[in-house]
T-cell receptor, first 113, second 113 residues
Framework: DQQVKQNSPSLSVQEGRISILNCDYT??????FLWYKKYPAEGPTFLIS?????DKNEDGRFTVFLNKSAKHLSLHIVPSQPGDSAVYFC????????????FGKGTRLHILP | EAGVTQSPTHLIKTRGQQATLRCSPI?????VYWYQQALGLGLQFLLW???????NRGNFPPRFSGRQFPNYSSELNVNALELEDSALYLC????????????FGPGTRLTVL
């Protein structure tokens, strides 16, 4: 039972354009969402997060949008840069102290020159 | 500040053997999390330790076990290895009850032949 779904295994975007990575979740108890970025041979690194009380959070070139009614969130990267090529994991948690983070399968983003 | 460290980097075992993976958290972090990233899958939550106790466990058989030592470092043990245990095993750490702020190590690549 996959509670966090990233339906696009890969995405290619031209350098300078907007990259949009999508994520869907099924558990309505999730109240905190995160995006992690992973380069080969490295562990994931935290990118940006959003609480369910918000519908948008922005940090530099990265913006996460949350649509609770659709149980959908997206990560926008503007403008896309070559160093953004990586695997992006969407994750969610229920917010309680003993809740674990549930990760999606990841989307591999390729930034084309 | 040193990050999360894991050892060994690579581990090759044969079916039926036991594997022991180690993790040292960031100084000041008391929680350690273990994840499995098998080919084509996202990060699957394995175990969460805090203050020496198991706080939560993912949907894995009992042959996956671990412990946390008084210095907060942790071991993951996998008994009776099966071919499908071949994966990247990632360790993360966080401050107590700050499971939404996990920092990951580079991982241990386990290959079961």
């Amino acid at each position: 039972d996959q509670q966090v779904k990233q339906n696009s295994p890969s995405l290619s975007v031209q350098e300078g354009r907007i990259s949009i990575l999508n994520c869907d979740y099924t558990n309505s108890m999730f109240d905190y969402f995160l995006w992690y970025k992973k380069y080969p041979a490295e562990g994931p690194t935290f990118l940006i997060s959003i609480s369910s009380i918000k519908d948008k959070n922005e940090d530099g070139r990265f913006t996460v949008f949350l649509n609770k009614s659709a149980k959908h969130l997206s990560l926008h990267i503007v403008p896309s840069q070559p160093g953004d090529s990586a695997v992006y994991f969407c994750a969610a948690s229920g917010g309680a102290r003993d809740d674990k983070i549930i990760f999606g399968k990841g989307t591999r983003l390729h930034i084309l020159p | 500040e040193a990050g999360v460290t894991q050892s060994p980097t690579h581990l090759i075992k044969t079916r039926g053997q036991q594997a022991t993976l180690r993790c040292s958290p960031i100084s000041g972090h008391t929680s350690v999390y273990w994840y499995q990233q098998a080919l084509g899958l996202g990060l699957q939550f394995l175990l969460w330790y805090d203050e020496g106790e198991e706080r939560n466990r993912g949907n894995f058989p009992p042959r996956f076990s671990g412990r946390q030592f008084p210095n907060y470092s942790s071991e993951l043990n996998v008994n009776a290895l099966e071919l499908e245990d071949s994966a990247l095993y990632l360790c993360a750490s966080s401050r107590r009850f700050r499971h939404n702020e996990q920092f990951f190590g580079p991982g241990t690549r386990l290959t079961v032949l």
